[in-house]
């Protein structure tokens, strides 16, 4: 079987198939989607318009003339957009490019589609702003991801990179957002230090590589906003669905969580308070 594959391959097609392996699943590499292979490069699902209150692609308010189903989930941030949606397999994509990068795939994974083209050139921004990572992280990660990608918004857009945030002392010790529950992102401390100094009124697209619960992005967004920023747009890479369709969306203020905070979703019933026993 592996013969006749070869068989039905050009020479640059067996080439590439034999010397590169996809980053991510380690599958032989295309000519058409190098580096990664045919199911991986399958895998990336672009994500359609935002609601610009709650930031779901389902809402109406997604689309002209609609209403945002989500009114609790209004904050200072303008607009948002994004280039996938984190659902398997391509959220396996995605991490895997966070923690390697490269060249080449960067060129693959960082790519605008005219529907993001077009919400940035409507907000008009004047600069771009990248949520701080700490340096132990960036360091780890060969890099931040965040930056990353705001060097290519900037070069689509031919925009300065501002670094008006970075990582307050005060949250030393404290545990990152990916690493808590979703009920628990809520409740995590979070804070920023002014950077450099913005242009009073300045219109800012502030760019973060994943987003789940949005709350990193909308305290980012604050601080922004609290040193004269006149209007933010949020951009992340990927955005992670909820159970209700909605991304980043804060809780509604009548979904109680077991401990009397506001939670993501409301609280089910365990196993053992239902009468059952777990196995």
Same mark, same amino acid.
């Given at each position: 079987?592996?013969? #006749?594959?070869?068989?039905?391959?050009?020479?640059?097609?067996?080439?590439?198939?034999?010397?590169?392996?996809?980053?991510?699943?380690?599958?032989?590499?295309?000519?058409?989607?190098?580096?990664?292979?045919?199911?991986?490069?399958?895998?990336?699902?672009?994500?359609?318009?935002?609601?610009?209150?709650?930031?779901?692609?389902?809402?109406?308010?997604?689309?002209?003339?609609?209403?945002?189903?989500?009114?609790?989930?209004?904050?200072?941030?303008?607009? =948002?957009?994004?280039? =996938?949606?984190?659902?398997?397999?391509? =959220?396996?994509?995605?991490?895997?490019?966070?923690?390697?990068?490269?060249?080449?795939?960067?060129?693959?994974?960082?790519?605008?589609?005219?529907?993001?083209?077009?919400?940035?050139?409507?907000?008009?921004?004047?600069?771009?702003?990248?949520?701080?990572?700490?340096?132990?992280?960036?360091?780890?990660?060969?890099?931040?991801?965040?930056?990353?990608?705001?060097?290519?918004?900037?070069?689509?857009?031919?925009?300065?990179?501002?670094?008006?945030?970075?990582?307050?002392?005060?949250?030393?010790?404290?545990?990152?957002?990916?690493?808590?529950?979703?009920?628990?992102? =809520?409740?995590?401390?979070?804070?920023?230090?002014?950077?450099?100094?913005?242009?009073?009124?300045?219109?800012?697209?502030?760019?973060?590589?994943?987003?789940?619960?949005?709350?990193?992005?909308?305290?980012?967004?604050? #601080?922004?906003?609290?040193?004269?920023?006149?209007?933010?747009?949020?951009?992340?890479?990927?955005?992670?669905?909820?159970?209700?369709?909605?991304?980043?969306?804060?809780?509604?203020?009548?979904?109680?969580?077991?401990?009397?905070?506001?939670?993501?979703?409301?609280?089910?019933?365990?196993?053992?308070?239902?009468?059952?026993?777990?196995?």
């Amino acid at each position: 079987m592996l013969l #006749a594959k070869a068989a039905r391959m050009s020479p640059l097609q067996a080439l590439v198939s034999a010397g590169f392996r996809c980053p991510c699943c380690g599958s032989g590499a295309t000519p058409r989607t190098f580096p990664l292979c045919e199911g991986c490069a399958r895998a990336l699902v672009r994500a359609p318009a935002l609601c610009p209150t709650c930031a779901s692609p389902v809402c109406p308010q997604a689309a002209p003339g609609g209403g945002c189903l989500r009114p609790w989930a209004r904050s200072g941030i303008h607009s =948002y957009s994004a280039a =996938y949606l984190l659902v398997n397999p391509c =959220y396996r994509v995605l991490k895997r490019w966070k923690l390697t990068g490269g060249p080449l795939f960067n060129r693959t994974i960082l790519r605008a589609d005219d529907g993001l083209r077009e919400s940035w050139r409507e907000f008009n921004a004047d600069a771009i702003v990248t949520v701080p990572q700490r340096a132990w992280r960036a360091w780890r990660m060969k890099g931040s991801p965040s930056e990353r990608i705001a060097r290519f918004v900037s070069a689509e857009l031919s925009l300065p990179i501002v670094r008006a945030l970075e990582p307050s002392l005060a949250r030393r010790g404290t545990r990152r957002q990916a690493e808590l529950s979703g009920e628990d992102r =809520y409740a995590n401390p979070i804070a920023f230090a002014p950077g450099e100094r913005l242009t009073p009124g300045a219109r800012l697209i502030l760019v973060d590589d994943f987003m789940t619960s949005g709350r990193t992005l909308r305290e980012a967004a604050a #601080a922004l906003l609290s040193l004269g920023a006149g209007a933010v747009h949020v951009f992340c890479l990927g955005l992670r669905l909820t159970r209700s369709g909605s991304a980043g969306a804060q809780p509604s203020p009548l979904s109680r969580s077991s401990h009397g905070r506001a939670g993501p979703y409301p609280s089910r019933p365990s196993p053992e308070g239902r009468g059952l026993r777990r196995k």
